[in-house]
């Protein structure tokens, strides 16, 4: 079952530090990465993890865009987040329309990986202020939502290749992105 799925699901919900009374964090002083990374409806609950451990190393805001494929929980997402999660920062948000109202609202440039884009994630410019958004393991995003992405990109392989990990894919082009809005320097 989604964590969705449930009445009484709460349409936002942001952490910072979740876990914190039980682990201090290694590092207090907060980085002022503003780039993010978005998940459309994960499917896979170790990829999730894998991809807020990749977020808690680097600095970056994670959104999470229910409903996901697995019941979403601190247990669930160990395997790939490890103990890495109380670093993560991440927002929930109920549904693709409740993260839409709100990445309209920021004015924040939707940029979307797909294998279907023209565009290497090379050869396009990143804002400082973009949200890098990643599909579901299964089935990417919707034509709708691809649609109202500001930029789509891909990254280059082989041809006779369907695709990345999406933890990889993810990586990628938020190294990319980092590298190019030179916050790769606030990093140690």
Request: hydrophobic content about 45%; charged content about 20%; glycine content about 6%.
């Amino acid at each position: 079952m989604s964590s969705a799925a449930t009445d009484d699901f709460p349409p936002l919900r942001h952490y910072s530090n979740p876990l914190q009374n039980s682990v201090k964090p290694y590092n207090t002083s907060p980085l002022k990465i503003s780039i993010a990374l978005a998940l459309y409806q994960p499917d896979i609950a170790q990829n999730t993890g894998t991809m807020l451990r990749l977020g808690a190393c680097l600095g970056v805001h994670v959104h999470i865009i229910h409903p996901t494929g697995f019941a979403f929980s601190a247990k669930s997402i160990k395997r790939g987040a490890l103990d890495y999660l109380e670093h993560a920062e991440f927002t929930e948000h109920a549904s693709w329309a409740h993260f839409r109202g709100w990445q309209l609202e920021s004015g924040r440039r939707l940029v979307l990986l797909t294998t279907k884009a023209p565009t290497s994630v090379y050869a396009a410019r990143y804002a400082p202020d973009d949200i890098l958004l990643m599909g579901r393991e299964s089935a990417g995003v919707p034509d709708a939502v691809a649609k109202v992405a500001e930029m789509r990109v891909r990254i280059p392989m082989r041809q006779a290749m369907r695709s990345l990990n999406v933890a990889v894919a993810a990586s990628l082009v938020l190294g990319e992105a980092l590298r190019q809005t030179g916050h790769f320097e606030a990093l140690t």
